[in-house]
């Protein structure tokens, strides 16, 4: 299966995500399997999403931080941050006061803790705090 895998990969019959999604899903065990399923589903809606003229590219950052969480919870850090960093590339600088992006701020914050990367932890959170403070209409007074 693997070696079939490979091959459709060098066709391009399939994404090099798409091919990474499938050596984890015979990597994972049973347990993992369904969130493994949605990982599959939410990278086709990105490549969908990503692909069609019609969608926003703004589209395609919700899908983005769900990969991001569904990646951590099967403990693939290194993806999850992968996904939730683009989820914020995607949204932008232009963004402010959305709770989505704080979400993901302090999703990719709670990662990059576990490594000890503490300079972009703080910029993380601070970031997550401004985004709140806009969502929720507070001055810097308040």
Not at 76 to 103: C, F, H, N, P
Not at 118 to 133: G, P
Request: aromatic residues 6%.
């Amino acid at each position: 299966l693997a070696v079939d895998l490979l091959a459709r990969a060098s066709r391009r019959e399939i994404s090099m995500e798409r091919l990474l999604h499938e050596a984890g899903v015979l990597a994972s065990d049973e347990s993992k399997y369904e969130t493994y399923h949605e990982i599959a589903l939410e990278l086709d809606r990105l490549v969908a999403v990503e692909s069609s003229s019609v969608g926003s590219q703004k589209d395609a950052a919700p899908i983005a931080f769900k990969l991001g969480s569904l990646y951590e919870q099967v403990g693939d850090m290194g993806q999850a941050e992968i996904y939730y960093s683009r989820a914020l590339r995607t949204w932008g600088s232009e963004v402010k006061g959305d709770l989505s992006v704080a979400r993901t701020c302090n999703a990719l914050a709670r990662i990059q803790q576990s490594q000890n990367r503490h300079d972009e932890v703080i910029s993380l959170l601070s970031k997550a705090f401004e985004h709140r403070e806009h969502a929720l209409g507070m001055s810097h007074e308040e």
